[in-house]
């Protein structure tokens, strides 16, 4: 042990991941001064965008919003081509933003952190990956993403299968030929909808296996002329600062008319003009609807009533239809003419709820009723989200504590950002923070700068070490619960509460209170002189590295 830390490479920090939270911290506090290590598990930037090149992958978030507002620079030579950009674009604009802010010289890519470990005596972090590099650092920024932890179904046999094996979140890079081919598709959720919608367009014969009938709304993508590109760019400013109040994060509409505030004329108007208008526009009509089941269910039966209408098949418009569970209590999806691929006579749904899948063979899926021979089956069944990928590697705090232990009940924090127990080590879009309910990248640009100013004060007045206090830490769970309790999200077996994940703890531990509630709370910490962590002088011993602008104000 002690030879191998002797071979230490000590930086300042370790960055723990290369999707847009990763990029932020990495130039941040690269420009702060810092001695920094970035690694990625993958070959390049991009985060989930660098693993999701499936079909018809697009991001179902506007492009405005999906986008950094940090530099103005990039904000300006930047253009979007689509109001809903695809995965291609995507990645293209992560790709320019490295390359404009010159951030891969810092990355180790193609490397996984295996181990960190807290060394209270030298208040460091020791971070060993699968190529045998070892670092020092004084902090660790996990910026990990709510999704990046792949997981596949609990269906008997995956291995055995015999055709070809495809994970919509690891798509091979060199795009399979699907031509022709007998496809089964498992998952219906924003990946697996995208793929059905795409690939029941070609050559194929495409066997849907539906487990849950996913709720979504019409995306209506539209292509972005030069006129508004110019309009769109004079008006950042007002557009970032409107975000940064908004409970989304982002420019999407927020009501506050409740439901039955309207009588039931104007109800069916309103929602009428918002199916036509597409994205998540619905979601903005009216400001009750995750907390009040009449309201709910009356906006449910409008879209149930939109699926009947465009699914020729009255028999099969009945089996898509989502029961039993709130709708927008799991992840609102957009889609582009998700309903009338069922109209493709080569596209064909196996509704498990009435036939349930009972393994995968070496020639298909096997359902109670028979098999349905495969050439290609391709899963679509998500992620072990919020805290798969910081529990995939080992991480121990002080006195040994490991993370796995003190996440056991689900994960703690406070803010989602920084815990009790495990000093200088911080996360952005941690899962107790708004995390996958609000717009990512606003939150990463919130989280990584709340950060920065942390540290600054360490600096300035000889701190060496800070964690979560653990009053501080309950009191901020405590808020976490009590709002998600007065909403209808618990009613649906969610990734979002963790039902998807055999064994995992369940609970809505996101912040549900929105974005600008939280950045409130991020901004009282602050402003309380940080009151609500714990600190502990630098040691002799420590790292003597502090640079001058990360010391001077920000």
């Known amino acids: 042990m002690a030879e191998v830390e002797m071979r230490a490479r000590r930086v300042d920090m370790v960055i723990v991941g290369a999707g847009f939270g990763g990029m932020y ?17 993958g070959g390049d930037v991009g985060g989930v965008w660098y693993w999701n090149r499936y079909p018809g992958a697009r991001c179902d978030l506007l492009s405005v919003d999906y986008s950094y507002g940090f530099s103005d620079e990039i904000q300006q030579e930047w253009s979007w081509s689509e109001q809903f950009a695809s995965q291609p674009e995507i990645l293209a604009y992560a790709n320019f933003v490295a390359d404009r802010l010159d951030l891969r010289k810092h ?16 208040q460091l972090w020791v971070v060993r990956t699968d190529r045998g590099d070892v670092f020092e650092a004084r902090f660790c920024i996990m ?20 055709g070809t ?6 798509w091979p890079h060199q795009a399979p030929d699907l031509a022709g081919k007998r496809i089964g598709v498992i998952g219906t959720g924003s990946s697996g909808m995208q793929i059905i919608q795409t690939l029941g367009r070609t050559d194929c014969q495409l066997f849907v296996f539906q487990r849950t009938p996913s709720f979504t709304l019409p995306m209506r993508n539209r292509a972005l002329d030069d006129a508004y590109q110019d309009e769109l760019k004079r008006n950042y400013p007002a557009i970032r600062a409107a975000c940064r109040q908004n409970p989304t994060g982002g420019a999407r509409p927020v009501s506050t008319r409740p439901f039955f505030s309207l009588p039931a004329e104007h109800r069916r108007e309103l929602m009428e003009q918002a199916w036509a208008h597409g994205g998540h526009t619905f979601l903005g009509i009216f400001s009750d609807l995750m907390t009040n089941q009449q309201a709910n269910d009356q906006v449910a039966d409008f879209v149930r009533e939109k699926i009947s209408q465009t699914v020729t098949d009255p028999r099969l418009a009945e089996r898509l239809l989502p029961r039993g569970y709130p709708i927008f209590a799991r992840r609102p999806c957009l889609d582009t003419g998700y309903y009338e691929t069922y109209n493709l006579p080569n596209v064909h749904l196996v509704d498990c709820l009435e036939d349930p899948i009972v393994e995968i063979t070496q020639t298909g899926v096997r359902t109670r009723s028979g098999e349905t021979e495969l050439d290609v089956l391709i899963l679509a069944t998500g992620y072990d989200a919020l805290t798969g990928a910081m529990l995939s590697f080992e991480i121990t705090g002080r006195e040994g504590r490991p993370l796995a232990g003190k996440w056991a009940d689900g994960p703690c924090s406070l803010l989602g950002i920084v815990m009790e127990g495990f000093p200088n080590l911080f996360m952005t879009t941690g899962p107790n923070g708004p995390a996958a309910l609000a717009n990512i990248i606003t939150i990463s640009e919130n989280d990584v700068d709340w950060i920065a100013d942390l540290i600054t004060h360490m600096n300035r007045t000889g701190q060496g070490a800070v964690e979560a206090g653990l009053p501080a830490e309950e009191a901020w769970m405590e808020r976490v619960r009590a709002l998600a309790d007065n909403t ?10 963790g039902s ?55």
């Not at 910026?143 to 015999?162: E, K, N, V």
């Not at 094996?165 to 690891?170: F, I, Q, S, V």
């Not at 309380?528 to 001077?552: I, K, M």
Request: hydrophobic letters at 40%.
């Open 143 to 162: 910026s990990t993403g709510p999704l990046s932890m792949p997981t596949d179904p609990d269906i008997p046999g995956i291995a055995r299968f015999g």
């Open 107 to 122: 990355y180790c890519f193609d490397t996984r952190v295996t181990n960190a470990r807290w060394d209270d005596a030298r």
């Open 165 to 170: 094996l495809l994970r919509a979140a690891k």
């Open 25 to 41: 911290a990495t130039w941040k506090f690269r420009e702060m001064g810092f001695d920094i290590v970035s690694i990625e598990a």
């Open 500 to 554: 998807n994940i055999k064994g995992k703890p369940q609970g809505m531990l996101m912040f549900t209170g929105g974005f600008h509630k939280y950045r409130e709370a991020c901004e009282a910490v602050a402003a309380s002189g940080y009151g609500d962590l714990v600190f502990e002088a630098r040691a002799e011993t420590g790292p003597a590295h502090t640079p001058e602008a990360a010391t001077a104000a920000q």
């Open 488 to 497: 209808l999200l618990m009613k649906a077996k969610t990734w979002w509460v």
